[in-house]
């Protein structure tokens, strides 16, 4: 141990803060380094305000431009715009926090008949299935399909 400890007291006082704010930086809530972009469009208010009942589905494809999606559904139509907010951390994990749908319906006469923007609350969750379709044969390692091999 040296004698003269007072010397160090500084420089583990100050590795100490640099420590607290480096892990500090990690956490997401607590300022940490996250990166927000937006993928697909970008729904502005004010282009959201001239998309109204009775416009041509030309003049919505140039307020809007193309949409990202279209459905029909007998003799109606809709277009869909959809606006995704994710958040990566430093270290690569993302997640969605924010997502706007906006859905623009048309009716046979190609005119907007009415418009909808859906948010993540009005989302469903619904269950992945896991099931695996059964193959031909037995299920064999890499290592029980050499040894079989001879």
Do not use: H, W
């Amino acid at each position: 141990m040296p004698k003269n400890t007072k010397n160090y007291r500084p420089i583990l006082f100050t590795s100490a803060i640099a420590a607290i704010i480096g892990l500090s930086a990690c956490a997401p809530g607590l300022g940490g380094f996250t990166s927000v972009r937006t993928q697909g469009y970008e729904i502005s208010e004010s282009a959201l305000q001239q998309v109204r009942v009775g416009q041509s589905q030309d003049l919505v494809i140039a307020v809007m431009g193309s949409p990202q999606t279209q459905g029909n559904f007998g003799n109606e139509s809709a277009f869909y715009y959809v606006e995704t907010k994710i958040e990566q951390t430093t270290f690569g994990l993302k997640t969605v926090s924010e997502r706007t749908v906006l859905a623009v319906y048309f009716d046979r006469n190609k005119r907007v008949s009415d418009k909808a923007v859906y948010t993540l609350q009005d989302g469903r969750l619904f269950a992945m299935e896991t099931r695996r379709t059964a193959s031909f044969g037995l299920d064999r390692t890499f290592v029980e399909q050499i040894l079989a091999s001879f």
